[in-house]
């Protein structure tokens, strides 16, 4: 089945700790995407990547750092600068950021708590 | 950046019934999409609509660019559509390819 992976679903972390995020994608997405969203608010842009060794920081990226090494990956990591990293973190991907299609699709996932 | 503003924040209808959600927006948009959340927080992308009109079913969307709002309507409502709604617009230009979200409409449906 074509999608987006996410893992995992539940992270825990300790104080001064850095987590890594994964997100994977199948559908062969030129673009990947990594969105925050705290409880009863919509979702804010972390970081995207256009294409392959690149990206761009969106509306909140202190505090963390991707990785864009192969098309169909990007994790995300929460470093310790992060103060408040306790949300549900979403990957999403589209087919292109050029052309005039850019419907996004997103994984499932990954509620990060501090321990 | 761009603005984004969903109504109404909440939503409470009987099963059958119809309702409109609105998203107003503060610039022009060369892509704007719908998506519903559900209560196990999985995003699904229910329109592409910069403009015009689509329908999928019971559900339909309109874009009027020109004045700056899309409209989602949801017809003889179920109680699978309970969730939340976002609105999520990109403005083109340096924001080419990011998505701004709204704040969502919470929608509940009542068997």
């Known amino acids: 089945d074509g999608g987006i992976t996410q893992s995992p679903k539940y992270l825990f972390r300790k104080e001064g700790q850095n987590v890594t995020l994964s997100c994977e994608q199948n559908l062969n997405h030129d673009a990947m995407y990594w969105y925050r969203q705290d409880p009863g608010q919509g979702l804010r842009l972390i970081y995207y990547s256009q294409i392959v060794n690149d990206f761009q920081k969106g509306d909140i990226a202190e505090g963390y750092s991707v990785s864009r090494e192969k098309k169909e990956s990007f994790p995300l990591t929460v470093t310790s600068a992060q103060k408040n990293p306790t949300a549900f973190y979403l990957c999403?991907?589209?087919?292109?950021?050029?052309?005039?299609?850019?419907?996004?699709?997103f994984g499932s996932g990954t509620q990060l708590s501090v321990l | 950046g761009i603005q984004v503003e969903q109504s109404p924040p909440d939503l409470i209808l009987q099963e059958g019934a119809n309702s409109t959600l609105r998203c107003n927006f503060s610039?022009?948009?060369?892509?704007l999409q719908w998506f519903h959340q559900n209560p196990w927080g999985q995003l699904i992308n229910l329109f592409y609509i910069p403009s015009g009109t689509k329908q999928n079913g019971r559900l339909s969307a309109t874009t009027v660019a020109t004045e700056r709002y899309s409209l989602l309507y949801i017809s003889s409502s179920q109680t699978t559509d309970s969730g939340v709604y976002f609105c999520a617009v990109s403005a083109g230009g340096t924001s080419y390819g990011k998505l701004t979200f709204g704040q969502g409409t919470i929608l509940t449906v009542h068997p």
């Open positions: 999403a991907s589209s087919p292109t950021t050029w052309g005039t299609n850019e419907k996004l699709f």
């Open positions: 610039d022009s948009v060369n892509n």
